[in-house]
């Protein structure tokens, strides 16, 4: 045997081989089970009672369906092949499927590794002298005219002439060169031994001419079925004479498996990948301008965040009655950001994951900030923008799906249902992941980053070049979101996002490919200087950990913020007024002097300075919300590093001056003034028709208006009223801030059952053991027991059940026991008797693993063992 056809693990003899799926679990190890249960975490939900339950459990379809689903592509393409290859199937005669006749060392090398996998997933069993696929895993990828096999092959001489007359398996047997024989089976055999043998097999199509041997090669990858006449061209009869194609349906040929692989030397698939891809740097920057540029881009973030909510601070747009945010509430959300809509279905959704907005409830449904988002507000930045990206990292929902179509062709709205997608956690933690194995500074090539991801889950059946699957489209959302988000900067993974990830720190010297690691982008050495302090660190290519626990999420969240604090803008407590009645804010302002100010002015642009502009209507707003002039100006003179501008002042006064020389309340409406003069100016004005105004008084206007109408009517023809009350004070109108009742952040919809942790892992192995050992115990038979009822607990009466603890407590012998618990579920057990008193035996429970206590009268049955288990 060469070296390359070594098997993958010692062989066990063939007494001791397992003849089972569940035999061969039970060989397994504590280690090797735990392993297992990692893998497929839906096996132990709920825990089964036995290995036996196990096994059975990880056979059925749609527990194999999400196995292969998650196996890279080499170890499926194991999978597959074992699927089309004999059964049971020797180590070697795998190789020879995977790496071909010429035994091609890479696939030889990367064998034992997915062979490995393939055990470890309970999808392969037996030794290597016997692998064997399991059942449902070979039905799902076994070749079938309705199910081609993704490996082209068709099926076997056996299986393809299983219908066909022993009098045409004769004269195709006589036509290869074969001796005729007595029976089918043995000329079937006899024709299968033809084609596996590469020697006769060459000189037989050595016979064959070449337009013939042109319609095999047209089979040969597959699909190997085609169509022929009812009179075939000479061309193909030939090759239906000599079973070169054999006929499946009227009017059907198949390329029989042997056949094909001999054309194919010994290969199942045309392409094995035993390695996964590289994935290419396309660019390298300075760590640190990637660190300051994801900054940059962070701090925009929770300033996109705050802008929303305060846009919906009185209340937000309505709730569809399906749910979500209509289209044009959608639009206006992105006018009043600034972005494309699919961005801002991106903002929106990220606030709702984070639970800082939400549905309020009422009947009125409508969206408003959460009193989260009260608590949020208070923290330091980083801290904000930390709770931003765990909550992006973990939620399910997926705005990119925003603004397409569901399974029922319903257009998909932003906040609305169908948006979760569960493989959207995981890709975003691979991508990013991936990113990390880079060199620091160094943007990923996306075509490589894509097909590793492809490689490592594939899809079954579909061609690997596809690029419109969901897994491919996530990959492409989360490159563009970590960046929006500052995770990334420039394309390559910062600083402050390998931490929230629990990542190493990177080696910037070598790895990943593509760039120059000791020069930027930018045309500058990029050396140790560059970067911030090394954090944690983990073991080399550990990456992220199958399982991080709550605690060292949050550890790791704390960690993102301490790197990424420095890097964020200090808050200013000044603007530079100017005389065009303006106010540069030259970077984030503290947040008191930002609320004043986006009360007092509205904002012009925004960007690295934000630009506020003083109107009148802007200070009328800020003296209906209960400021005098004299506040406003000392405002301005505390916070400004430039004189106040004399137009301003002007402004103030002038405003302040006629603010609330009109006063408007309740009659309907009315208008009271003292100068009657303006009374008089206001009736005369055409434009207050539609305000349809009467005079009750020299100084008192009605109006069937109602106030707010009949105050913004005069706002809008250039008078500065002002709202009084039923005691006629002046009302102070200061936004509302809507909140909703308390709610949680949505839950993300898991892709199946989580994985499991270690405590959860031994407890559920040592439950199975112990039930297995309780249903495989061997059983002493009493002398007049029904010999078909072997391997059944006997149903004993209640002085046999009495008679039997007691004589068990004296001997210390274990005995199987039949229970049923208070709710009246049956279960088996083995014990062992400590003391049996007052109705009620105290014993160790094998299964339990602990000493319990069982009522006697609850006990249906009992039997001893044929020997002790340790």
């Known amino acids: 045997m060469s070296t390359e056809e070594q098997p993958t693990t010692e062989s066990a003899p063939a007494g001791n081989a397992p003849r089972s799926l569940a035999e061969a679990l039970r060989a397994r190890d504590d280690a090797s089970l735990s392993a297992l249960l990692r893998a497929r975490p839906d096996l132990i939900t709920p825990v089964p009672t036995d290995l036996t339950q196990l096994a059975t459990r990880a056979g059925t379809r749609a527990s194999v369906v999400r196995a292969l689903e998650r196996l890279d592509r080499f170890a499926l393409q194991t999978a597959e092949v074992l699927a089309v290859a004999p059964e049971p199937a020797a180590y070697g005669d795998l190789l020879g499927l995977m790496a071909g006749d010429d035994r091609d060392p890479v696939t030889a090398g990367a064998l034992p590794q997915a062979l490995g996998t393939l055990r470890e997933q309970a999808l392969v069993w037996g030794g290597d002298d016997r692998l064997r696929l399991v059942r449902t895993a070979r039905e799902l990828l076994a070749p079938s005219a309705q199910h081609p096999s993704p490996t082209g092959l068709g099926p076997t001489v056996a299986e393809a002439t299983a219908g066909m007359s022993p009098g045409r398996i004769q004269e195709i047997v006589t036509a290869a060169g074969l001796a005729t024989t007595h029976d089918s089976v043995s000329a079937v055999a006899a024709l299968t031994e033809l084609f596996t043998d590469r020697g006769r097999m060459s000189a037989l199509l050595d016979e064959v001419p070449a337009d013939s041997l042109e319609v095999l090669s047209r089979l040969v990858w597959g699909p190997p079925y085609g169509q022929v006449t009812a009179d075939p061209a000479p061309r193909l009869r030939l090759l239906l004479d000599r079973g070169l194609l054999l006929p499946t349906a009227p009017g059907t040929v198949v390329l029989p498996r042997e056949v094909a692989l001999h054309l194919r030397a010994g290969r199942a698939h045309r392409e094995t990948r035993p390695l996964p891809p590289a994935v290419e740097a396309a660019a390298t920057h300075r760590p640190s301008m990637v ?43 992105a006018v009043a950001l600034d972005v494309p809509e699919p961005v801002a279905a991106f903002w929106v959704e990220l606030a709702y994951a984070a639970g800082l907005l939400a549905s309020d409830g009422d009947p009125d449904e409508r969206y408003a900030a959460t009193p989260a988002y009260d608590e949020w507000l208070e923290l330091p930045a980083a801290e904000r923008w930390a709770r931003l990206a765990t909550a992006w990292l973990a939620a399910t929902r997926t705005a990119g799906l925003v603004g397409g179509r569901d399974a029922k062709d319903r257009t998909l709205s932003a906040l609305g249902p169908g948006l979760d997608r569960s493989a959207a956690p995981e890709v975003r933690q691979r991508v990013l992941a991936l990113l990390g194995t880079l060199p620091e500074g160094a943007s990923p090539d996306a075509g490589s980053l894509l097909a590793r991801l492809q490689w490592e889950r594939p899809l079954r059946g579909a061609r690997p070049a596809a690029d419109d699957d969901l897994r491919t489209r996530l990959a492409r959302w989360t490159l563009s979101e970590a960046e929006s988000l500052g995770v990334t900067g420039r394309g390559a993974l910062s600083s402050h996002g390998r931490a929230l990830l629990g990542l190493p720190a990177a080696d910037s010297g070598d790895g990943g490919g593509g760039g120059d690691a000791g020069h930027s982008e930018d045309g500058e050495p990029s050396g140790p200087g560059d970067r911030l302090p090394v954090h944690r660190r983990r073991p080399a290519g550990a990456g992220v950990p199958a399982v991080r626990t709550a605690a060292e999420r949050a550890a790791d969240a704390e960690l993102a913020a301490r790197l990424l604090a420095p890097l964020l803008p200090e808050p200013l407590d000044h603007v530079l007024l100017q005389a065009d009645l303006t106010a540069v804010a030259p970077g984030p302002l503290r947040r008191p002097l930002a609320d004043m100010l986006g009360v007092l002015a509205d904002v012009e642009s925004k960007g690295g300075a934000t630009v506020y502009r003083f109107t009148p209507g802007s200070v009328r707003r800020a003296l209906d919300a209960g400021r005098a002039a004299s506040d406003l100006h000392a405002f301005l003179a505390e916070h400004s590093r430039t004189p106040v501008p004399q137009p301003l002042a002007y402004l103030i006064d002038d405003v302040a001056r006629r603010h609330g020389h009109l006063r408007i309340g309740a009659a309907s409406a009315y208008v009271r003034c003292d100068d009657d003069a303006l009374l008089n100016e206001i009736l005369a004005d055409k434009r207050s028709a539609g305000l349809r105004l009467r005079r009750l008084a020299p100084t008192v206007l009605a109006a069937q208006a109602d106030p707010a109408a009949l105050l913004e009517g005069l706002r809008a023809m250039g008078f500065a009223p002002a709202a009084e009350s039923a005691e006629g004070d002046v009302l102070i109108t200061r936004a509302h801030a809507r909140r909703t009742p308390p709610r949680s952040a949505p839950e993300p919809v898991p892709e199946g059952p989580p994985v499991p942790d270690a405590t959860l892992l031994g407890a559920a192995i040592r439950a199975v053991r112990a039930g297995d050992l309780a249903s495989t115990a061997p059983r002493r038979t009493p002398a007049d027991a029904d010999p078909g009822a072997a391997g059944e607990l006997p149903r004993t009466s209640a002085a046999e059940t009495l008679a039997t603890m007691q004589a068990a407590v004296l001997t210390g012998e274990s005995l199987w026991i039949g229970y049923v618990n208070a709710e009246g579920a049956a279960s088996q057990r083995v014990i062992a008797p400590v003391r049996v008193e007052g109705g009620f035996v105290t014993a160790y429970d094998h299964t339990a693993d602990e000493v319990r206590t069982y009522p006697l009268h609850r006990v249906t049955g009992v039997a001893e063992l044929a020997d002790e288990r340790p």
């Open 291 to 333: 660190d300051a540029t994801a900054a940059g881009q962070a701090y925009t973030a929770l300033a996109t965040v705050e802008e929303l909510l305060k846009d919906w601070d009185e209340g937000g747009p309505a709730v569809l009655r399906a749910g979500g945010l209509s289209v044009r509430d959608l639009k206006r959300t």
